[in-house]
T-cell receptor, first 111, second 115 residues
């Protein structure tokens, strides 16, 4: 299983774009990159998943360079309600089922 | 539609007691995961079910922990002879995709406190 490394915490202000980068140097060919968001006293919530290049949905974009050794979650125009912990996961649809969450990145959005 | 539900939401027990934690996954989801989360940490994988069978139980910390899913829907996590170190939030997730890459839908968790 590929290990991931993320910043422990980040601060931002309302209305700014926030980019959280995750390193996964040992990513395997079949691995996907998935990001989850977790608020206090709640279970994690799926944000976005990608394999390569760029993926965009209604809440975020995920940028994956050609070597796939890192990925960047981009949150456009954050609000106070985006204050949460963000987890980067790497795993595949074949072979292992174990899902490894790291410590995540604590994002604090200030007014 | 209904999401993943977990009962009880809170459980306080004494050291040495037996506890059962229940997870009701989203209807039709064949994949089910259990995690344990301590304060300030990410969720720690415990066990994965595909249907009725445990496809990966490598995260169970020791033989005091056991989980079942007899009919391929509801799952129960069982902890024998609880210890204070077992105190944590126990999360359940289900997925409509088998394997490790599909989106997981998490329940609100059960907060277990062992006195």
């Amino acid at each position: 299983l590929a290990k991931t490394t993320q910043p422990i915490s980040m601060d931002s202000y309302e209305g700014q774009e926030v980019n959280i980068t995750c390193s996964h140097n040992n990513i395997a060919t079949n691995d996907y990159i998935t990001w989850y968001q977790q608020f206090p006293s709640q279970g994690p919530r799926f944000i976005i998943q990608g394999y390569k290049t760029k993926v965009t949905n209604e809440v975020a974009s995920l940028f994956i360079p050609a070597d796939r050794k890192s990925s960047t979650l981009s949150l456009p125009r954050v609000s106070l309600s985006d204050t949460a912990v963000y987890y980067c996961l790497v795993g595949g649809n074949t072979g292992g089922f174990k899902t490894i969450f790291g410590a995540g990145t604590r994002l604090f959005v200030k007014a | 539609g209904a999401g993943v539900s977990q009962t009880p939401s809170n459980k306080v027990t004494e050291k040495g007691k037996y506890v059962e934690l229940r997870c009701d996954p989203i209807s039709g989801h064949t994949a089910l995961y259990w995690y344990r989360q301590s304060l300030g940490q990410g969720p720690e994988f415990l066990i994965y079910f595909q249907g009725t069978g445990a496809a990966d139980d490598s995260g169970l910390p020791n033989d005091r922990f056991f989980a079942v899913r007899p009919e391929g829907s509801v799952s129960t996590l069982k902890i024998q002879r609880t210890e204070r170190g077992d105190s944590a939030v126990y999360l359940c997730a289900s997925s409509g995709t088998s394997g490790g890459g599909g989106e997981q839908f998490f329940g609100p968790g059960t907060r277990l406190t062992v006195l």
